[in-house]
Nanobody
Framework: VQLQASGGGLVQAGGSLRLSCAASGLTIENYRMAWFRQAPGKEREFVAS????????NYRDSVKYRFTMSRDLAKNTVYLQMNSLRSDDTAVYYC??????????????????WGQGTQVTVSS
């Protein structure tokens, strides 16, 4: 299994980025896919995840209405569209995959596979 994250970079506050996570070795439709992030000196935190049976994604409160998670089943890829970026969004962003039966969507322990991370830096 491999999760290849890409799309990070340096952007000014208020700008946008789109992250991609291309999966191989698993079918994303059968997994809960998620984005987490980790800022320097802080714990890895939940950002967004897909929901069971194609329902609306879950988001942490601070990114609601700014970030949108989507998936392309044909490309076996998930995306995170990030708008209105703020300096506190600066972090390494990781995509993850786990079975829906593994537990709560916001916990790192619920995910079996992780990508390598992509750096997002927002300048103020």
């Amino acid at each position: 299994v491999q999760l290849q994250a890409s799309g990070g970079g340096l952007v000014q506050a208020g700008g946008s980025l789109r992250l991609s996570c291309a999966a191989s070795g698993l079918t994303i439709e059968n997994y809960r896919m998620a984005w987490f992030r980790q800022a320097p000196g802080k714990e890895r935190e939940f950002v967004a995840s897909t929901a069971w049976s194609g329902g609306s994604p879950n988001y942490r409160d601070s990114v609601k209405y700014r970030f949108t998670m989507s998936r392309d089943l044909a490309k076996n890829t998930v995306y995170l569209q990030m708008n209105s970026l703020r300096s506190d969004d600066t972090a390494v962003y990781y995509c993850a995959a786990g079975r829906y039966s593994n537990g709560g969507f916001a916990f790192t322990r619920s995910y079996n596979y992780w990508g390598q991370g992509t750096q997002v830096t927002v300048s103020s």
